[in-house]
């Protein structure tokens, strides 16, 4: 323990016992000013003897900075006003012999005539707040910046806490966000709740080091988010799962550009219908399908007879109108479960699932009728064009060269036996 160090040389005041852990002085209720006692280790604080205090060669209050000053006067004054013991005033700064600005902890208490004084050396405490607050604050700032709405579950009760940027997300006010698990279960997409629910479970079984997942997120007008959200569980000391936290992005933006690229890079720029690259692919998922499950499928091969006679005639610009008005025709006519590609110049290509050889070959001359109706206006006059069609159903074994080779086959027969007719070769 220190001792108090008083002119007279005394070590208590009126029983009061000076600990370790702070300053202890005391005045003159009448004259707070003048210090009656210090304790021995103000040294430790101030950088001054005490003697220089007891001389009244330093006046403590002295020490206070300036911007400090009034308001601990103001304190103090209020203090003895009120007679109470152990009043704590604000935290205070003063400057030492070495010019170094510490942070003090004020308590106020009464003994007979003595005003007494325990003083704490808070400064790292202060110096350690002052750094978390600007960490909180650059924390703030980085998710008011952040596109990303952060999420904070307590999974023990079920409330979440939701930043600012997930009400904004999703077209509410804060003041309309309840906070809870079921809100955001509310939230999603019904299709994709279950997936989103299974990601959890996963990740709480030690699945997954990261809960991650792709979703629909419904917004106050109805409409639908696409939502890109990651989390990580948060452990007691017993392994139990008791928080989650992560975020929320908007992706909505991102997936669509990223769809439109996918469409871009399968889709004939001037027909829309898909182009060589996605028919060889999906051909050889339906053959494989086919095979698979025994199940029929036919191609149809579909050729602009005399194609080089209309744009030599009519101009390029009437060849690509004849080619658009192809493509809208064979999307009216064939089924949702088919599909319709453009290979090559005026060749087009139907993939008719759960199709016999019969049926294609009726489908084949649905589309050619309908093709022959067409009427294309130029400047250079209006004309009309045929078809020639070639099919061909799949056979246990086939690869994607011999289906193909088949289909062409059967369009050169059309092409050799008059144009404007359908042949297969099955």
Known sequence: MNSLYREDNQTSLGGFIEMKSFV????????????KTVSDNIEDLTGYEPR??????????SLICADDLIQFERQLKEALKSGTDGIRLDDFRIIDINNELKYLRIYIYRDDNFLIMNLTDVTEYCHRIKTNDDIINRYKNLMITLDEAIWDWNVKTGN??????????????EDEIKGTLDEWKDSVHPEDLNMAMDSIEKHFRNETDIYSCLYRMKKKDGSFLWISDRGIKQLDDHGETVRMIGSH??????????ENLEKMIITDELTGLYNRRHY???????MLRAERYRSDLSILMLDIDLFKQINDTYGHLAGDL??????????????????AYRTGGEEFIVIAPLTNNDNAMKAAER?????????????????SFTISLGVT???????????????????????????????NCP
């Open 280 to 286: 060889d692919s999906q051909l050889g998922d339906e």
């Open 322 to 339: 004849a080619l658009q008005e192809m493509a809208r025709v064979i999307n009216g006519k064939i089924r949702n479960t088919d599909s």
């Open 367 to 383: 589309l050619r009728a309908a093709v022959s109706q067409l009427e294309i206006v130029t400047d250079y006059g209006t004309f």
């Open 249 to 258: 992005k908007d992706i909505t933006a991102e997936k669509e550009t990223r």
């Open 160 to 173: 979440v806490y939701y930043s600012r940027r997930w009400s904004e997300m999703l077209g509410y006010k």
């Open 393 to 423: 159903t799949f056979k246990k074994g086939d690869d994607y060269s011999a289906i193909n080779e088949r289909a062409d086959i059967a369009l050169y027969k059309s092409k050799e036996t008059g144009r404007n007719c359908s042949s």
């Open 24 to 35: 202890t002085i005391s005045t003159d209720i009448k004259n707070p000013q003048k210090l």
């Open 52 to 61: 220089f205090f007891l001389k009244n060669k330093i006046d403590f209050f």
